[in-house]
């Protein structure tokens, strides 16, 4: 099996290991459109990315963009513990893993705003309105609401790279939303599962993959997408 492997941005390279079948390839941190477009043209059968949940995510969109989830499993080796490291059950540094390990199906999370979540997405301090599918998480004031994928989502049945498919039957979760509010002695923690989350909001910023949005917000989506990520895990 050949693979492509990246190195994310001012990584620690002596680590990496080589061996028949992987290429390394070094390209910037978060990296665009131009860095990987040459590199997935020529990908083999796996694709692995050492960096950190950005990195993770911005090749992942990548792949979405050029409609190659099925085609590649997709390796993540992070630099450092992070959101997309505990949820997958990745430690960093493990390149055997994301190397060799089978693929299994993982919930790919999308927003309106044209990315994708892979770790943890955040609004915080929130005051608004939230609802997963049809359950509304919150309505007023939260500490915080977190967005993850759910490692423990079942697989697409019948994946499809065009979401507007008539015939598609729609998944049912994919999502974690964990709300966190004050109480009088301790913070409450909820959590919901579903395919999407709509929140309603007084202005704040986004943040996702550890990155913040550009520009305060007041209105987000999260949804699952109609693939699934091949991820190793």
């Not at 969109?61 to 993540?76: H, W």
């Not at 994301?98 to 309106?112: G, Q, V, W």
């Amino acid at each position: 099996m050949s693979t492509t492997a990246l190195s994310c941005g001012n990584v620690e390279r002596a680590e990496r290991p080589s061996g028949d079948g992987v290429q390394w390839f070094d390209v910037p941190a978060a990296p665009a459109r131009a860095d990987l477009d040459p590199l997935l043209a020529d990908a083999g059968e796996r694709l692995v990315v050492h960096g950190t949940d950005i990195d993770f995510a911005s090749v992942v969109l990548r792949l979405l963009r050029k409609n190659l989830l099925a085609d590649l499993i997709v390796g993540y080796v992070p630099v450092a513990d992070s959101p997309a490291a505990r949820l997958w059950g990745l430690r960093p540094g493990d390149f055997d893993r994301a190397l060799t390990a089978a693929p299994r199906p993982a919930a790919l999370i999308r927003d309106d705003s044209g990315g994708v979540l892979l770790g943890e997405g955040s609004i915080e301090p929130i005051t608004g309105q939230v609802y997963c599918d049809d359950e509304q998480v919150l309505n007023g004031a939260a500490t915080s609401i977190t967005i993850s994928p759910d490692p423990a989502a079942a697989p697409l049945p019948e994946p499809t790279a065009d979401p507007m498919n008539a015939m598609l039957d729609p998944a049912t979760d994919g999502i974690l939303v964990t709300t966190v509010r004050r109480g009088l002695l301790r913070s409450r923690r909820t959590v919901a599962r579903g395919r999407a989350v709509q929140a309603s909001f007084r202005s704040a910023t986004v943040h996702h993959d550890g990155v913040a949005h550009p520009r305060p917000m007041e209105k987000w989506v999260w949804y699952r997408h109609t693939e699934d990520l091949r991820l190793a895990r």
